[in-house]
C-alpha cells in the first residue's frame, strides 16, 4: 500500500520519524515492549470494564427508559478509576454516549454537590444530583408557546393545567403551596393575561424582593434543573410584566396588599402521565 510511505497519517509519521532513533538510540527491542504493553493495557481494559459492568449493577436505585439513578454512596465506596468506568457504561447503557475525561470528572464532582446541581453531557441527557442518588435524565423540551388567558375559566394543555378566578378578598387561604397563589386583580390592569414558555433574558422581581432578578438565576438558586425549567410556565400581563413563574414565586408587584380590593386566584397542576404513555391534548 503507497499510503504506508506518506507521513500524513500519525501512525505513518511515528513509524517513520519516531520509532527508529529510538530504537537507534533508546531501546533496540522497542516494538516488542511496546507490544506487551498494548496487550497489557488491553488486558486491564477488559478487566476494568468487567468489573464495572457487576459493581454498576448494584449501584442501580431505579431504572427507566429515560431515566437513570445511581446510588451515590456505593458508588464512592469503589476507587475512583472504578467510578469513572461506571459513569462511563451508564452513559453508554442510557444515553447511548460515550464520555470524555472532563465530562465524566464533572459527573463525578456531582457527588460531592449540593442537590439540584447538574451537568448538561449531550443536548438531550443532563446528569444531576437528587439527595443521594445522581440521575441521569434524558430532557423532555417542549415547543415554544404563547397564549391569551381569560379570568374564571380552566384551561387543559398537554403538560400542565391552568386556571384563574376571581375570588373575595374573605375567602383568601394561603396554603404554603406553589400550585396556587393570589394576586392583586387590579393591579393586572387587564381582563386578559398571557401565559407562555420561559425564555433566556426574562426577569421579575420576586415576592419579598424590591429590584429585578434574571429568571435563570432564580431558576439556579431554586436548584432546579435544566431539563425542568424548560416545563415552567411564564404568566405576564398583556404588556408584558411577569406576574407569576407558575408554581414558583409571583413576582411582589402583584402582591396583595392591606389597599388590594379585589383578589385574584392562580392555579397550576402539572398533568400526570396517562397509564398508555400518552398525555391529554390542549
Known sequence: DSSNMKDYYT??????????????????????????????FRELEAFLTYTARQSYELLIAKKTDEELHLSISRLRSNPVLLQQYIIMLAAEQLAHRKLDYDQVNSILDLTEGLTGSWVAISKEYVVFRDRENLVMRKTDPIT??????QPNHRYDFDRFQFASEVVDPKNVQFNGGGNAEFIDADAVKSSELVLRSWSDGDSFVPLGMKTKKKISDFFVDAKIPIYEKHQIPILETKDGQVVWVCGQRIDDRFKITSGTKRVMKLEFTRTPERTNGKRGKG
Open 144 to 149: 415554544a408557546f404563547k397564549i391569551t388567558v
Open 11 to 40: 501512525r505513518n509519521f511515528i513509524r517513520h520519524n519516531i520509532v527508529p532513533p529510538v530504537k537507534k538510540e533508546v531501546n533496540p527491542n522497542l516494538v516488542p515492549t511496546l507490544s506487551r504493553s498494548a496487550e497489557l
